[in-house]
């Protein structure tokens, strides 16, 4: 019986005379040159398409379970089934949560189901005590001042500046001489509590938010003892100006002595708001106000003030004060 060495035969190129190999198949024949595998390793193409490889393939090919089936009406073309939907999950002993229970009787009825809006609760507010005041009855004082970056209130150092200021205009004396403050956009009130504790004898405070009068600013006047000489109004600065403008001084008690204006900067024009306080009839012939700016509003600032002129314009950092004070107080 004679012998055939196969290592001789090149891979698809074998004796017509004799039949293929069994682990070869005819149309996997891989290539017409020849090839340096020996047998019985088979080529890269009997691989491929061996029923092994089907198999691997058909399972990478496998697609998910569609749960949901459309099916076509004349009416409505092609829609998802839901009674098919509700029959698959209780088939599969699925618990169905009832909202989900109740949209799917929605759509079947034909009812516009609304998306719930997601509520978002807001973080809490905080405070600290990281402001003093600076001067007077109760200076050293701590005072508490919003831990966020809504309310800005006046630096100390400017603060200390602004009243050794107005205090050299009173004729250098220790304290303020009596009289009426109005503390606008007073935030913390850190401003009208110093005016306080240096010797006015009335502060006015105007602030908008609740929070703010609830949380700080009242708890800094029960700390300061100065409750009985403060009066908060809860509104807007524009807002109450408006009114004074139409109802007159009255409403605030009278004209003020001092007008102290530190606002956001983000919230106001300038231009506008500097007009509004040189029209209103709180402000008289010798009233100093006081006014702390961003940098960038300098050309917005106007050089008078109703019968007032700017006496004082002050840099400190990025924040510029202007004082307005009566013409003899101008500082040459």
Not at 50 to 56: A, C, D, L, R, V
Not at 276 to 303: G, N
Request: proline fraction near 8%; glycine fraction near 8%.
């Amino acid at each position: 019986m004679s012998s055939v060495l196969l290592s001789s035969v090149p891979c698809g190129r074998f004796n017509s005379a004799l039949p293929p190999p069994s682990y070869v198949k005819q149309e996997s024949l891989c290539c017409s040159v020849s090839c340096s595998r020996r047998f019985p390793v088979q080529c890269a193409a009997s691989r491929r398409n061996s029923p092994g490889s089907e198999k691997s393939s058909s399972r990478r090919r496998k697609k998910p379970t569609v749960v949901d089936e459309e099916v076509f009406n004349i009416d409505d073309g092609w829609k998802i089934d839901l009674d098919t939907t509700e029959k698959m999950l209780e088939v599969a002993d699925v618990q169905v949560p009832v909202r989900l229970r109740q949209q799917l009787e929605q759509e079947r009825q034909g009812i516009e189901v609304k998306p719930q809006p997601i509520k978002v609760e807001d973080a809490p507010r905080l405070t600290h005590k990281l402001l003093r005041v600076m001067a007077g009855k109760v200076g050293g004082r701590k005072l508490a001042s919003p831990a966020d970056l809504n309310v800005r209130p006046m630096m100390e150092i400017v603060r200390g500046a602004v009243f050794n200021i107005l205090q050299a205009l009173g004729g250098g004396a220790a304290q303020l001489p009596p009289g009426r403050w109005l503390d606008l956009y007073s935030g913390t009130g850190s401003v009208g509590i110093e005016a306080l504790s240096r010797g006015c004898e009335m502060a006015y405070f105007v602030e908008m938010d609740p929070w703010v009068i609830d949380e700080v600013l009242n708890p800094n006047l029960a700390v300061t003892g100065f409750q009985d000489q403060a009066v908060v109004h809860t509104s807007p600065v524009e807002t109450l100006l408006d009114q004074v403008a139409e109802h007159g001084a009255g409403l605030l008690g009278g004209q003020f002595d001092y007008i102290s204006v530190t606002p956001p900067y983000e919230a106001v024009v300038f231009s506008k708001l500097m007009q509004q306080i040189s029209d209103s009839p709180l402000v008289k012939e010798d009233t100093c106000i006081v006014v702390e700016y961003p940098i960038k509003s300098k050309r917005e600032m106007p050089e008078t003030c109703g019968p007032l002129v700017k006496i004082r314009d002050r840099r400190y950092g990025r924040t510029h004060v202007a004082i307005y004070g009566p013409a003899w107080a101008k500082d040459d």
